[in-house]
């Protein structure tokens, strides 16, 4: 069904081809970009690229076109960047050159340039300070945060628990633990798991994030102007992100008429003081609908790749069942059966911090990192980028790189201990991303991801409902985040 719609749109852009055709940004600025495959007039690479899996084709150029090349999606050039060494010497040799974020038309329309995420030049550089100093006020990497983790976790598995070992797909309920940890640093307090607002929200949240995956999407982010004016998923993600903005507003609401200058609760609190101090001017970039963009991109980036992770986890762990017997064992050894884990449990759970490093190496579900876009002209592996000019950062080359590992494409957390057996930190391990555009909430995330899964297996075996051979670890989609394919498995308290 969905081909049979993107075959109906790109025959509307053909069509349109005329209306369309326009030079691509980097062309004609006496840039120099690398090489690539030869692009069709109006549609460009498109029709090389595998809608369903383009990282297999990105990979496959890279074969022919080395490590740099250029790609062209409709009109729009983009250079794709390959393996660790390349995209290190990119987003962190060079990382002020590469620190732009490409648009992304689908949320552009909504965001309006708004939000941290899509934002570029200095708005994007005073509302990532702002971010990044008030979650560190706020517990970014604390103990108080710690806590909040941990009695997360403890609801988390007691949820489980009422399922009674009865088959469960984990995904939604994952969704809602890990949203409640944005939801406590935003608004200051956790839902519960059967608040029907909450429930909405997780469900848009969720729904959204298949939505963005999906082939017509990013064809709209090629031919925005022809599949705007076409019925299709896309106004249903438009309609979920309207009803996410009205549920942000109303919590606004609700904090400006509470709101204490004295005693800021929560990060939208910190959000509604600054708005104050700057409303005389009438450049700042503190406005509401800046709050609410900042809010939707901390909730879609702090939720989605986190629980794809945590699913992720689940699978790998019920494939490889000797695995998960030696991550309970170090987690009985050394935090026992009753006591909750705890970060200064980390240092002591080598393996275990290996096994999650390792997931989300294996996993890679965020593979392209986000594309970014060259903030000034640059000179990169002998050519002249443009300013303006797109990148695309292939995360996912990097962490299937046979020069830095061993047997890349084998699940082996081994990757990251060294020949004692101690856990080794690695600079070519990139999940969050790398340089200036690196996710803002990694510390956090780090601690979700080992808090939630020390506390699961600890409580539970994972069994699957089907022979370990038989699990699918192929990814869902490849789209802003890669999440795996629904299934169920058996929560057996130990």
């Known amino acids: 069904m969905e081909i049979g719609v993107v075959m109906v749109a790109l025959l509307a852009i053909l069509i349109s081809c005329l209306l369309l055709f326009r030079k691509g940004k980097g062309q004609g600025t006496g840039g120099r970009l690398p090489p690539g495959p030869r692009p069709l007039p109006i549609v460009g690479n498109l029709f090389q690229l595998d809608p369903k899996n383009p990282i297999s084709s990105l990979l496959a150029l890279r074969e022919r076109y080395g490590s740099v090349y250029t790609i ?45 995420a899509f934002s570029n030049g200095e ?27 941990r009695e997360e976790a403890r609801c988390m598995v007691e949820e489980l628990a009422k399922t009674k070992a ?52 990013q064809l709209y982010n090629v031919f925005p102007r022809v599949i705007s004016h076409l019925p299709g998923p896309h106004n249903r993600l438009f309609k979920n992100l309207e009803t996410l903005r009205l549920f942000v507003l109303e919590i606004v609401k609700e904090h400006q008429e509470t709101l204490d200058p004295n005693f800021p609760r929560d990060f939208m609190d910190c959000f509604l003081l600054k708005m104050q101090q700057e409303k005389e001017d009438p450049l700042t970039y503190f406005r509401v609908n800046s709050l609410v963009m900042t809010t939707y991109n901390l909730f879609f980036g702090g939720t989605e790749p986190i629980s794809a992770a945590l699913c992720y986890g689940i699978l790998l762990l019920m494939k490889y069942p000797e695995m998960q017997a030696k991550v309970y064992e170090e987690i009985l050894r050394v935090v026992g059966p009753h006591r909750s884990p705890s970060l200064e449990d980390r240092v002591h759970l080598p393996y275990t911090d290996a096994v999650i490093h390792e997931i989300l190496r294996f996993a890679d579900v965020v593979p392209l990192g986000g594309s970014r876009l060259v903030t000034r002209d640059a000179h990169f592996h002998g050519y002249v980028l443009p300013k303006g000019t797109g990148i695309l950062p292939c995360l996912y080359s990097v962490h299937k790189d046979a020069t830095q590992f ?20 690695r600079d070519v391990f990139m999940p969050f991303g790398a340089g200036k555009r690196a996710c803002l909430g990694q510390a956090l995330a780090r601690m979700e991801l080992f808090l939630f899964f020390t506390t699961l297996v600890q409580r539970f075996t994972l069994q699957p409902v089907v022979p370990p051979e038989e699990i699918n670890l192929s990814p869902m989609a490849f789209g802003l985040v890669s999440g795996p394919h629904p299934f169920t498995f058996r929560a057996i308290p130990r």
């Not at 390349?86 to 038309?105: H, I, M």
């Not at 994007?124 to 983790?149: C, D, N, P």
């Not at 797909?169 to 939801?183: D, E, T």
């Open 72 to 116: 062209y999606l409709g009109s729009q050039p983009f250079v794709v960047l390959c393996g660790y060494q390349t995209v290190k010497e990119a987003l962190v040799d060079q990382g002020e050159d590469f620190s732009g974020r490409s648009d992304y038309p689908a949320l552009t329309k909504v965001t309006q340039g708004d939000g941290i």
């Open 123 to 149: 708005k994007w550089k005073v509302l990532r300070h702002f971010a990044v100093q008030t979650l560190r006020e706020f517990g970014m990497g604390r103990r108080s945060l710690e806590e909040r983790i």
């Open 166 to 217: 009865e088959p469960i797909n984990p995904a939604f309920l994952l969704g809602c633990a890990v949203s409640n940890i944005i939801c406590s640093i935003i608004f200051g307090d956790r839902f519960d798991y059967e608040d029907k607002k909450f429930l909405t929200l997780v469900g848009l949240l969720n729904e959204n994030f298949h939505l963005l995956s999906s082939s017509w999407l």
């Open 406 to 425: 061993r047997d890349p494409e084998t699940f082996d957390p081994t990757h990251f201990l060294d020949q004692k057996g101690n856990f080794r930190r």
